[in-house]
Structures are given as structure tokens and as C-alpha cells.
């Protein structure tokens, strides 16, 4: 093999065939007084305290244009709860107080819902576009495009300035570290793909899909470490004491701090506190609890934040959150496959030194890559 295909495979990430990937697409914006105004025409803004006229003109409007440009999977989303879009065989979705989730196959589901309190203003619509069919990640560029074009005439048909909304394209690949080691793939028969995750900007541009100038870009994997009866018996729990869990917590992140830094990843976070941790796009690093959120803030062109750990040492997760941030100096030539690499390196260590069972266990790495702009 000659150095170029040498120095190629190494930025180049292989990941098993039957890793899933996802799309969705979020268009946000704010709720004025002129929009009431507009639906809501034999009353002022003052003077409403019911919104489902407002919230049901818009939603059917959407509905309408999804039809047009072919969108199956669109959900109309007024009450200023966080979406969250996850693979599951079957189609569902479950609401917090500050998240609503939901659950699709991509090549099964199709669904246009609205989600809102008529009795309340909510600070922002969102509208949730989900992809469909199986070639998603060759067919994202488009659908993006097919999106973009959807929102831009929906705000002009609202009178709304384009510029005021806010887009987010959000994509991950999901798979198991383990599939390979699994008893069902004792004959082989699982084979992997050579990936080297390109930015999406670039990706886009190769299907000359042009993303502003001005744009926000976040690369990411969070990757679930379940806690396993056989983890918790590695350490002493004391369920007398008034922190039982922080032996099991604090063995699990020298394990991770080890593992990162030996791989040369210096910007994550642990966490084992109940939270779901939420990584946005931030000028400054912000680590800070919002509610039944753990928001992490990170500038992918400032040098790395470092390792944080935030756990409760009083409960007992089901998972612990590993979570891998990168920088742009994680982003090579090719794009983030060697990033990912050193991720998948650094889990088998921790893997090893936690006793791991690979044929029984489950170390699910979710990668994600964003972009965000206003038009």
C-alpha cells in the first residue's frame, strides 16, 4: 500500500452496515403581535388568550405546502418544548416538561401532527421536518434543499421576514462498537463502511447545495455506557452513606479522563447525573442546568474546554453520557473519520479496564454533525 492510501484509510472511518443514520430539520421562529394580528384578525395580541386559531391557520399552512414539495414526516410544534428525534421500530412520541420526543423509522413512518396549548403563547414556533426512505445520508443535500425552499415561502406566505427564522439541519449515524462481536454475526456476515465524514457544508456543496457564509457548525458523539450489575460490583457501594455512587462515578471518570487523554481527546464531558446533555453551538463554553437539561456550550475554533464530570453521587443512572466534542483541529483534510477513530480507540480502552463483556454489552455511539444559519 503507498503512503497516500496509507495516510487516506487513516482518516477514513469504518462503521458497521447496519449503523442507522437520521436527518430532521428544524425552522424556528418568534411569535409577534403582528402574527397573532394576522390569524387571529377579530382580536388584538392584547386581547387573545385562546391560540388554536393562530396555531391551527399556520399548522394547516404548512401541512399544505409539505404537500406540494413532497414532505411526509412534518410536525407543527408550539409550546417551547426542546424536539428530539430518535430511530424505534415503533412510531411514538412522549412528552416532558421541556422536551418532546420523537420515535420513527425512517422507511416506515409518515406523520404531520400539531403539538400546542391553545391556551397559551408559546415564544416560538418550530416546525420539525423529518426525513424518509433509506438513502439518507446520500440524499440529505436535497432534502435540505427541498426544506430550505419550503420555509422561505411558508414566511413569505406568513409575512414574516426570512431572515428572522432560524434553521437547523441535525444528522447522526448510530451503531453499536460491539456489532461485529455479537453472537448473530458469528458467520461475518456483518461487513462495515469506510466513511470520512466530510463537514456537511461540503458535503452539500459536492451536490452544489450552498450553505450561507455565515454559518454555525457543530461535530459531536455522545455515546451511552450502561451500568451494569456487574460494573456496580467492580466498586464499593456503600448504600448507607450519604453519597453511595460516588465510588462507582468517580472510577468511571479516571477510567473515561484516562482513556480520552491517551487518544488526544481533551474536549467532552461525563455525565451521570440524571440530565440529558445538550450540545449547542456557544461563542463561550457554557455548562449550566436547565432544568432536566444539561446544556454544554462549546466554540469549535477555540482550543479544547477540556474534561468536565458532572454526576450525582445520591442516584443511580441507567447510563452514563460519554461525550466527545470537536474542535477544528479534529477536522482533517478529509473530514472527522480519524475524529471518530480516536473515539472508537479510547472506548476499547475504557471498555478493557471496565471488564466489558462485547458479545452481551451494548456501547452505543451516536456521531452527530450540524449546521445552523439564519437565511
Known amino acids: 500500500m503507498s503512503i497516500v ?6 482518516h477514513k472511518s469504518y462503521i458497521p452496515s447496519n449503523a442507522r443514520d437520521n436527518q430532521y430539520i428544524l425552522a424556528e421562529f418568534a411569535i409577534t403581535d403582528a ?14 388568550t385562546n391560540f388554536y386559531e393562530l396555531y391551527n391557520n399556520l399548522a394547516q399552512l404548512l401541512f399544505e405546502y409539505c404537500e406540494t414539495y413532497e414532505i411526509e414526516n412534518c410536525q407543527f410544534i408550539a409550546n417551547d418544548k426542546l424536539a428530539r428525534v430518535r430511530y424505534n421500530q415503533e412510531m411514538h412520541q412522549w412528552q416532558t416538561n421541556q422536551q418532546i420526543l420523537f420515535y420513527y423509522s425512517p422507511e416506515n413512518h409518515q406523520l404531520k401532527k400539531s403539538f400546542f396549548d391553545a391556551n397559551k403563547r408559546a415564544k416560538k414556533i418550530c416546525l420539525l421536518f423529518l426525513t424518509t426512505g433509506s438513502d439518507i445520508r446520500i440524499n440529505a443535500a436535497q432534502f435540505h434543499a427541498k426544506v430550505a425552499q419550503l420555509v422561505k415561502n411558508y414566511a413569505k406566505n406568513i409575512d414574516i421576514d426570512s ?13 453499536d462498537l460491539f456489532a461485529k462481536q455479537k453472537p448473530h ?18 458535503r452539500y456543496a459536492s451536490q452544489h447545495v450552498t450553505l450561507p457564509e455565515h454559518h454555525s457548525a457543530m461535530t459531536y458523539a455522545i455515546v451511552n455506557l450502561p451500568i451494569s450489575n456487574r460494573l456496580l460490583n467492580m466498586v464499593e457501594v456503600d448504600p448507607n452513606s450519604c ?3 460516588n465510588p462507582l462515578y468517580t472510577y468511571i471518570t479516571d477510567t473515561f479522563t484516562q482513556a480520552a487523554k491517551h487518544f488526544n481527546l481533551n474536549n467532552g464531558a ?19 442546568r436547565v432544568g432536566e437539561l444539561q446544556m454544554l456550550g462549546y466554540n469549535p475554533e477555540q482550543n479544547p474546554c477540556g474534561l468536565v464530570s458532572k454526576w450525582d453521587a445520591n442516584e443511580l443512572v441507567d447510563n452514563v453520557k460519554l461525550v466527545f466534542v470537536a474542535t477544528d483541529k479534529n477536522q482533517a483534510e478529509h473530514g472527522f473519520g480519524r475524529f471518530l477513530n480516536q473515539i472508537e480507540q479510547a472506548l476499547r480502552l475504557m471498555a478493557t479496564e471496565l471488564e466489558m463483556e462485547p458479545k452481551k454489552e451494548e456501547l452505543i455511539i451516536r456521531f452527530h454533525q450540524h449546521v445552523a444559519y439564519n437565511f
Not at 402574527?35 to 387573545?48: D, E
Open 5 to 10: 492510501r496509507k495516510r487516506s484509510a487513516a
Open 35 to 48: 402574527l397573532i394580528s394576522k390569524f387571529s384578525p377579530q382580536h388584538t395580541s392584547k386581547q387573545v
Open 163 to 175: 431572515g428572522d427564522i432560524r434553521l437547523r439541519d441535525h444528522q447522526h449515524i448510530t451503531y
Open 185 to 202: 454475526n458469528l458467520d461475518g456476515s456483518l461487513t462495515s463502511q469506510a466513511h470520512k465524514l466530510r463537514p456537511i457544508s461540503r
Open 243 to 245: 453519597d453511595p455512587y
Open 270 to 288: 461525563l455525565i451521570a447525573n440524571g440530565l440529558v446533555p445538550i450540545v449547542r453551538y456557544s461563542i463561550h463554553e457554557i455548562i449550566s
